[in-house]
Nanobody, 120 residues
Framework: QVQLVESGGGLVQAGDSLRLSCAAS?????????MAWFRQAPGKEREIVAS????????YFIDSVKGRFTISRDNAKSMVFLQMNSLKPEDTAVYYC????????????WGQGTQVTVSS
């Protein structure tokens, strides 16, 4: 079974940077062909922020974070990262790590989330 645990969130000021980490456990990590970061801000729907394929190629970035965020993964270490630069108050949300196996329609594996709060 795949277990995902996020870390790296916190309270920062606008313009600061954070790097979120997602650690995966279990032999089935390789089954997570696509990994992604989602976020849910107060009063808003959960949205996908960025996704990355097994190969390391980024498959998606939400427009609002392009040029500021970078998603990466280290398959050997079973980890996924989200580098967040030039943070804005509107980036405030709970960030979730998720995984989807090849051929699956929905993301099957989810972490518990880590809070990112950006003050003005």
């Amino acid at each position: 079974q795949v277990q995902l645990v996020e870390s790296g969130g916190g309270l920062v000021q606008a313009g600061d940077s954070l790097r979120l980490s997602c650690a995966a456990s279990g032999r089935t990590f390789r089954s997570a062909y696509t990994m992604a970061w989602f976020r849910q801000a107060p009063g808003k729907e959960r949205e996908i922020v960025a996704s990355i394929k097994w190969s390391g190629e980024t498959s998606y970035f939400i427009d609002s974070v392009k040029g500021r965020f970078t998603i990466s993964r280290d398959n050997a270490k079973s980890m996924v990262f989200l580098q967040m630069n030039s943070l804005k108050p509107e980036d405030t949300a709970v960030y979730y790590c998720a995984g989807r196996s090849l051929g699956a329609q929905d993301f099957e594996y989810w972490g518990q989330g880590t809070q990112v709060t950006v003050s003005s």
